[in-house]
């Protein structure tokens, strides 16, 4: 905020009804006002945003906390035992902790034991770490995942993230004229808004966003001083921008930053020639292909991947506008989070918040006449951006369509360009807040109709959106209105007070005030702080299940979200990451609802049948999965017997007994092993804070606890209840066994007509499944005939059709040391071999191969890009093997054969960068050479 010279900013009292004067503000505080008012301001502005940090993210700074969302992880299986469910602060930020944090985990351990981690082979089909954008650690907010322990890394992430779009917005808004203060609010306005703050724990997305303030300043700056190396910093935030993992955003922004150099260049055509505006272009553009050829080594193997990935379930994402309370929730940042934004939509893709009182601050910007040293253009440019911006995400029509077929709005939701509304609006507040506080050339009659129009509209709005929707509560769309309709006071307050800097500097820190607390309403629904301690925690189920796989694969069914298992080194079939065409072939194949409905294509799960068919049991153990986890009380296969071991029948009595509060209750059983115990509920049964809890214990004739389990619910309804045991491997014994049933509240159970309590036990069967543990966590079921994941085949057949190869390969007949191939290659000569795995780590997989005749060493990974294997050092080939798996033809003798992850495009995209790089170090170097050589240098 700039003020004229001479300008009356002295009064710091006013007078009282007896005529004395008091002060209104501390008078060191008021001259700091009057000398430098704009920097007071920003400090100001600043000390507003920092009590938000410390409030929301100041916990996960220090340790105290995590910035992570585990409280979601703890609302479901294995981690949720089934008892009473843990409140979960936002439901949908789920991706964060089932894709990216486990990647990041792998990432910072592989890194600090010496590796350079560029790929995983743990969850799916495996997944790029370091050598693709997928997860994104190669930014200045998304490297600290590498060097932090992940546990505390999201917290940095986010602190450097909020500086960098802090930072980017103040020096573009330094840049078009504005003053300091104008620029920190702009921050606190953008920081705090929909798309920033909806997409917080998503990394590829937030740090896409933390950038793009920082886009516009280095064109605006580029604009101004028109040098080749004042072109570098538009290749730097180009290459961050590519390099943060979030096309869609990226590309948003590089089309707006296009178009906004086209537009500064034209309104500053008359200050220079047509050559050399022309060569400012030239330039610019040069500087974007360096940009993205700097991000080059991570983005060619993204690219490349995509190729292997079926997109075209989104193929019609572009016309998915966003519910009329998506665009609402512009102006109130809590009210449809508590009600819901209806339309099939979500909290991360409709939050739009940017409040009410930056809105009305853009109206005065678009409303009001260019100020003195404001940057011509940059005003039209806004508020067209931001309309056009709008249609697409709310009201979409002709108007819109052409945008359809473009790269980066064809096949990605619509609702995203919700990054470009948030941006351009918060730039726009920025300049209205200089606009009011500005003292010189203020026009005052304007500001105060603009605010009288706004409270009216906005007042109406909100009476409208409490009458509409009934959900809505008064009281809390008070709450949430209410700042914005006190910064429009605050800002008539200022105009009125022209003369009165004690009044103006009382108005402004109010306004920080608010914005400050609308921003703390913002994140307070989005911004995850869960104890440290929780992050990612052990169970006992989690032991159990290393020693079942010993590094196989694990099949979870209703536990273990996405790629959660990989976050403790465990493999799985099924991941949340892109699915290549004949994994994803080979999952449906498995008739396990993979792809279910609701489902998203790049995040299967696998349902446990009970009963494997001989087609699923043939493709699982193909696939090397060794185990299934499911969650405690789910589907138990077996033969039913009652306690005295005859085929159970249903008990129809109307006797009960009472298991009884720290009380055990006992029957004798006859059988010699089991898998599970069954009992009924005869009334409901309501759980104390904790829940239901059931423990089953059983005991040898000898007196001694042989098995256990346990069972949480919230509640017992009426109805059979069963508990699955680890005990199916116990010795038999002459004299039985007895169950205790122990309880933590009284539960009244069904009896048999001796009175006992009615039980049904559940036996093995003769299914290939031992069930090794069991809690109130889940149950391991270890898969007695899965085959090793890395496995010498000794015979091979070809089966080109891919229908063909998929119906082959679920075939009972089909002899395990045989591997189906895809295309001709060698025949195996039926020999025996012996492999033993040297390495086996994410990037290289190594094996010593004793071979009594010509086969194939097949690893039941996919590994069909980036990928190569060498038989001792010499260079050999890849086949697809088994569908989707992976083999080489290994000759007769003694052999080392070595698979290497090396990325496909990765040499050629690091090239590519390193390129890039030196012409960067080149245009630096140069222009300090030219700079020094005519006697002056450019800052």
């Keep these: 905020m700039t003020h004229a010279p001479g300008e009356d900013v002295a009064d710091a009292s006013i007078a009282t009804d007896d005529g004395s004067v008091e002060p209104v503000m501390n008078k060191a505080l008021l001259r700091w006002w009057r000398r430098r008012p704009d920097v007071f301001g920003a400090l100001v502005a600043l000390t507003g945003l920092l009590a938000v940090l410390a409030v929301h993210l100041g916990p996960a700074l220090i340790g105290v906390k995590s910035f992570s969302a585990m409280d979601r992880l703890a609302s479901v299986a294995p981690w949720w035992d089934g008892g009473m469910r843990p409140s979960v602060l936002n439901p949908f930020l789920g991706d964060s902790i089932d894709s990216l944090l486990p990647s990041y985990i792998q990432m910072h351990e592989r890194l600090f034991s010496g590796e350079w981690p560029l790929w995983s082979s743990l969850g799916g089909p495996g997944t790029e770490l370091l050598a693709s954008t997928n997860s994104p650690a190669l930014t200045l907010s998304t490297i600290w995942f590498l060097v932090l322990p992940t546990v505390y890394a999201p917290g940095f992430v986010k602190l450097v993230e909020i500086a960098l779009a802090m930072g980017g917005m103040y020096l573009w808004m330094r840049r078009i004229g504005m003053g300091r203060a104008a620029g920190v609010v702009a921050g606190i306005f953008y920081c705090g808004s929909g798309f920033f703050v909806g997409w917080a724990t998503w990394s590829a997305q937030s740090s896409v966003a933390a950038m793009m303030p920082a886009l516009f300043w280095a064109i605006e700056r580029y604009v101004r001083r028109r040098t080749l190396r004042s072109s570098l910093p538009i290749a730097g935030v180009v290459g961050l921008l590519m390099l943060s993992g979030f096309p869609a955003a990226a590309g948003h922004a590089l089309y707006a930053g296009g178009i906004y150099f086209i537009v500064r260049i034209v309104a500053e055509r008359a200050r220079h020639s047509v050559s050399g505006s022309l060569r400012t272009f030239a330039i610019g553009v040069a500087a974007v292909a360096l940009g993205i050829a700097l991000a080059a080594v991570q983005l060619i193997p993204f ?50 918040f940017l409040g009410i009182g930056a809105v009305f601050f853009a109206l005065v910007a678009l409303l009001s006449p260019r100020m003195v040293g404001q940057a011509r253009g940059v005003v039209p440019f806004l508020a067209v951006g931001t309309a056009l911006a709008a249609a697409v995400v709310w009201q979409q029509g002709w108007w819109t369509l052409w945008l359809a077929d473009l790269p980066i709005f064809s096949g990605n939701n619509s609702g995203r360009l919700r990054d470009l509304v948030m941006l351009f609006g918060s730039a726009l507040a920025g300049i209205g807040v200089e606009r009011v506080f500005r003292q010189s050339a203020r026009p005052r009659t304007r500001i105060l109709v603009i605010a009288a129009a ?27 209105a209410a700042p ?5 006071v605050l800002a008539v307050v200022a105009v009125l007070a022209s003369s009165r800097a004690a009044l103006r500097a009382g108005a402004f820190a109010g306004v920080v005030v608010l914005a400050a607390l609308q921003m703390s309403s913002s994140v307070s629904n989005y911004w995850p702080l869960t104890d440290a301690e929780d992050f990612y925690p052990q169970l006992q189920l989690i032991s159990e299940l290393e020693s079942a796989t010993e590094g196989e694969r694990l099949a979870t069914s209703g ?63 193909r696939l090397s999965v060794a185990a299934w986890t499911t969650p405690a009380g789910a589907e138990t296969p077996g033969k039913l017997v009652d306690a005295s071991g005859q085929p159970h029948s249903e008990v129809i009595s109307d006797n009960t007994i009472v298991s009884e509060a720290g009380q055990p209750l006992v029957r004798d ?87 006992e309590p009615a039980l049904a036990i559940t036996e093995p069967a003769d299914d290939g499944l031992l069930l090794s543990f069991a ?34 390969l679920q075939e009972p007949g089909l002899a395990s040391d045989t591997v189906v191939l895809s295309e001709q290659g060698p025949t195996a000569e039926g020999q025996n071999a012996t492999v033993e795995v040297i390495t086996d780590s994410g990037d290289e997989v190594a094996v010593e191969v004793v071979a009594e005749g010509g086969g194939y060493l097949v690893v039941a990974d996919w590994m069909h890009r980036g990928w190569s294997v060498s038989i001792d050092g010499d260079e050999a080939d890849v086949v697809e093997a088994d569908h989707a798996m992976s083999a080489t033809f290994v000759p007769a ?3 080392t054969v070595s698979f290497v992850y090396q990325g496909d495009g990765l040499v050629a995209g690091a090239a590519v960068s390193a390129t890039a790089i030196v012409a960067v170090g080149s245009i630096l170097v140069a222009s300090l050479y030219w700079k020094r050589r005519d006697g002056t240098f450019e800052r």
């Design 559 to 621: 536990s273990f979200m996405g790629s959660t298992a990989s976050a403790y080194g465990l493999r799985s079939a099924t991941a949340h990451t892109f699915q290549p065409t004949t994994w994803r072939e080979y999952l449906v194949a498995l008739d396990l609802g993979a792809f279910g409905e609701g489902q998203s294509p790049t995040n299967p799960s696998l349902t446990f049948p009970g009963v494997e068919t001989a087609e699923q049991r043939a493709l699982l153990d």
């Design 893 to 895: 003798g003694t052999h």
């Design 303 to 352: 690219a490349i991947g995509l190729s292997d990935v079926d997109l075209s379930v989104r193929s019609g994402q572009f016309f998915s506008q966003q519910p009329i309370r998506s665009f609402l929730s512009v102006f109130y940042p809590e009210t449809f989070f508590e009600v819901g934004f209806g339309g099939g939509t979500n909290p991360i893709e409709a939050y739009a």
């Design 454 to 480: 706004s409270t009216a509209l906005l007042g109406a709005l909100t009476i409208w959106v409490w009458q509409r929707i009934p959900e809505v509560t008064a009281e809390h769309l008070f709450w949430d």
């Design 484 to 488: 914005g309709f006190g910064i429009i």
């Design 669 to 755: 059983v006859a059988s010699a092993s089991l898998r599970a115990v069954t009992f009924s509920v005869a009334e409901q049964a309501l759980g104390n804070e904790d829940g239901v809890s059931v423990q089953i214990s059983l005991r040898n004739a000898a007196g001694e606890v042989v098995a256990t389990s346990a069972l949480q619910r919230q509640l017992l309804n009426p109805g059979p209840v069963l508990v699955p045991i680890a005990a199916e491997e116990l010795a038999p014994s002459a004299d039985g066994f007895t169950v205790e049933i122990h309880t933590n509240v009284d539960v009244v159970l069904v009896a048999d007509t001796g009175g």
């Design 775 to 808: 809690d109130a966590s889940g149950t391991v079921w270890e898969r007695q005939n899965a085959l090793p994941r890395v496995r010498w085949a000794s015979s091979s057949e070809v089966v080109t059709d891919s229908s063909d190869r998929l119906a082959r």
